[in-house]
């Protein structure tokens, strides 16, 4: 879940002269940063570092680089930020020199921006400071997030083999990539070679959606199945998008509700236990080792081979 919250005493051109910009969690939220998360911290950066040069590299914990320091500095210092992007998890600042830094956020990354030492947002382990002042912060406190550069996103996408993203999967790609595979669905989603993006909760949601049992095999879908799990891919994506990940304001249609991760859409009700649409106990098992929620009803088991 993530939240920004911007403190100010007086404006300039671009932001306040006393700002304090910190974007954070809030709560105790079980999961790492998914597609959504990552897409809601690049329009962030992207507000604040677009178009800004880069002064000074503030290393505080190496241990999340993938670069040498050193060389970090080298590539950074004087360059400005031209654009952002992102592929599924990750993150991308491009650079003037042509180059790109990536940022992957682990289990518990986060960006911040402040102006004052005092403000320094805890577990910042890398700070940017920019022109005008500006500290662009990757904060992470397990330190599993790793921030590295690379020539340019399609060079870092065939280095990590990672598939299109998941936003921009045509229903054709999806179709082409399950045909013939006897692999469950849900493993086969999680695989970020077929689609860059879609994590474990995601991939829940997406098959309840789909009304897709998450022990079929992919090649068992049938041309409407594919269909709607594509739609279900964009529809869970874009909603967990327009709400920044805030779990608790997602459609009490989604599944999402029976992991129990926030508040409850009715906080007073016990109704998040129970499929929206048969109101059937939601379940949970493990399927290729990763928990998985379902509803037995509306995401019937398949047959036996």
């Given at each position: ?23 954070y ?10 597609l ?11 507000e604040?570092?677009?178009h800004?040069?880069i ?7 190496a241990?999340v ?45 986060d ?5 004052h030492?005092?403000?320094?947002p805890?577990?910042t382990?890398?700070a ?22 690379a ?25 082409t ?7 469950l ?6 695989d970020?070679r ?14 309840f959606?789909?009304?897709v ?12 199945e594919v ?18 990940a ?5 459609p009490?249609t ?6 129990e ?16 649409r ?13 928990a ?14």
């Amino acid at each position: 879940m993530v939240r920004f919250s911007l403190q100010a005493s007086h404006k300039t051109d671009r932001f306040p002269v006393a700002l304090r910009v910190t974007h954070y969690r809030t709560a105790f939220v079980p999961t790492m940063p998914e597609l959504p998360e990552v897409e809601t911290y690049r329009r962030f950066l992207h507000e604040v570092v677009l178009h800004q040069t880069i002064a000074a590299v503030e290393i505080l914990d190496a241990h999340v680089l993938a670069v040498e320091p050193d060389i970090l500095r080298r590539e950074l210092v004087g360059a400005t930020v031209t654009g952002t992007r992102r592929l599924g998890k990750n993150c991308f600042l491009e650079l003037s020199t042509g180059k790109v830094l990536a940022l992957h956020f682990g289990m518990t990354g986060d960006v911040g921006a402040y102006r004052h030492d005092y403000d320094v947002p805890r577990f910042t382990r890398v700070a940017l400071h920019l022109q005008d002042g500006l500290r662009v912060a990757f904060i992470d406190p397990r330190k599993f997030g790793r921030i590295r550069l690379a020539d340019n996103v399609t060079a870092f996408q065939s280095e990590k083999k990672l598939g299109p993203d998941a936003l921009d999967l045509t229903a054709a790609e999806l179709a082409t990539g399950l045909a013939k595979k006897k692999t469950l669905i849900k493993p086969l989603l999680l695989d970020q070679r077929l689609t860059a993006g879609l994590g474990n909760w995601i991939v829940d949601e997406v098959l309840f959606q789909a009304a897709v049992h998450p022990e079929r095999r992919a090649a068992s879908l049938s041309a409407d199945e594919v269909t709607r799990l594509h739609a279900a891919v964009q529809l869970v994506l874009r909603t967990a998008i327009e709400q920044e990940a805030t779990y608790r304001q997602f459609p009490a249609t989604f599944l999402i509700h029976a992991r129990e991760w926030d508040t409850a859409p009715d906080p007073q009700s016990d109704a998040h236990r129970f499929c929206p649409r048969d109101k059937a106990l939601i379940v949970k098992k493990y399927v290729g080792g990763r928990a998985t929620y379902f509803c037995t009803v509306c995401q019937p088991q398949p047959q036996p081979e």
